[in-house]
């Protein structure tokens, strides 16, 4: 008996989070988390956890930053203008700091089944990975709008990361083949780097992340 305290530390509001990110085009000290919309067998949870973020020491909510909080798989900034949103299902949610929110999925872009697993800025474009398409990759320009799509043999990526000269590294399921794709789109060629001598030589195929640090 007596008296006592129930002390509950600060926290994000889901557990199990999919994928940590900060603005690197800002330099910001706010990480963001997204819940993730898919089970280990890439099938669509219907995930409706909003994005959470941490900022001096707190996690907090955005519960009225989007107006589609479905499946959040990623997040990143082209600037300080233009926020992008990924959803396993309902596609790319793009938010601009004037209010403006589009949605793109397979109806108004080079989309195709809107599983978007994974997004990454560079020189101001964002390059989508779509899990399970004939067309796996995407670039989308939020200047005016406009969606290329590019046709690869690797079709089930699940983390993608631009380097300094625009080569663009997809990690490939590791369920599924794994292996990473390479792709150039100056040339319009590709690489599969796999375990075998001469091809990467990866200790392992079975390859989960793709850390990148810019040293610019």
Known sequence: SGAFNSYIPNGPSFSGGLRLKN???EKSDVMYAVSGGFNT???PTLNTDYLNYFNKGEWNVLDSYTNNNNNLTDIDFVSSAVTCLASYGYGLQVIRNDGATTLYDHTNSTLTNDKVVAIETHENVVWVAEYGSSKPLHQYNPTDNT???FT???IY???IQVDYLGNVWMVQNPLLGGG???FSKESNQY???SD???SGGLPSKQVYSLPYRDWE
Do not use: D
């Open 191 to 193: 690489v599969y780097i």
């Open 23 to 25: 603005s690197q085009h």
């Open 180 to 182: 990473i794709v390479v």
């Open 152 to 154: 690869l043999p690797y």
């Open 196 to 198: 075998v001598v001469g």
């Open 147 to 149: 969606w290329t799509s």
């Open 41 to 43: 067998s890439y099938t």
């Open 157 to 159: 990526p699940t983390e």
